[in-house]
């Protein structure tokens, strides 16, 4: 069965610096790959997806991350951040078709000014 | 609907009682998706619906957790004899077919209290 590892439980980084935060899988084929956001008082927000083709995939909000298959990796990324990125941090798969999405335990961003 | 619709928003109830948690999915989204959230946890999966039929209930944790889905719509999680293990956010979501294609659409969940 797929699962998914979100190595870090918070970080903080301050505001305008980049940001990475780490997403590790494991699934014996090419999974589908999510990332998303939970805004404090909101719901989740689908940031972006990979299901195949090229390996750098854009997302909303400046975000992108990019599909490391030697490394079973899907890192999320953003070159500058803003306060209101805030967030908890959500990596999920999808393995085989019809079964369900599995999400990672979250990583906490904090943005400090 | 515009959006997925979660009832009560809020449950506070005793050790022992049973609860009933009900999920609206948007119109005509096929697939639908419990959750469960919390501190520390992540989201942890409970059962997926496509339909009326439930391909994957792996994520239960116990038979006291059920859940079914009637008229390929409105969904119910009935949770018995309720322990203070339980007291968490419980999520739905849906999406327009299984998620390897569609993005998931989350309801603001129900906080569930267990005294």
């Known amino acids: 069965a797929q699962s998914v590892t979100q190595p870090d439980i918070h970080i903080t980084v301050s505001e305008g610096a980049s940001l990475e935060l780490r997403c590790n899988y494991s699934y014996g084929a090419t999974p589908y790959l999510f990332w998303y956001v939970q805004s404090p008082g909101q719901g989740l927000q689908l940031l972006l997806k990979?299901?195949?083709?090229?390996?750098l995939v854009q997302g909303i909000k400046g975000f992108e991350a990019e599909f490391k298959r030697s490394q079973s990796s899907f890192n999320l990324r953003k070159p500058s951040v803003h306060w209101s990125d805030a967030a908890e941090y959500f990596c999920a798969v999808v393995g085989q078709a019809g079964t369900a999405l599995i999400f990672g335990k979250g990583t906490t961003l904090s943005v400090s000014s | 609907g515009a959006g997925v619709s979660q009832s009560p928003s809020n449950k506070v109830t005793e050790k022992g009682k049973d609860v009933e948690l009900r999920c609206d999915p948007i119109s005509g989204h096929t697939a639908l998706y419990w959750y469960r959230q919390s501190l520390g946890q992540g989201l942890e999966f409970l059962i997926y619906f496509q339909g009326n039929s439930a391909p994957d209930k792996s994520g239960l944790p116990s038979d006291r957790f059920s859940a079914e889905r009637t008229g390929g719509s409105v969904s119910t999680l009935t949770i018995q004899r309720t322990q203070q293990e339980d007291s968490a956010v419980y999520l739905c979501?849906?999406?327009?077919?299984?998620?390897?294609?569609?993005?998931?659409?989350f309801g603001s969940g129900t906080q569930l209290s267990v005294l």
């Open positions: 979501a849906s999406s327009l077919s299984p998620a390897t294609n569609e993005k998931l659409f």
């Open positions: 990979y299901f195949s083709g090229d390996t």
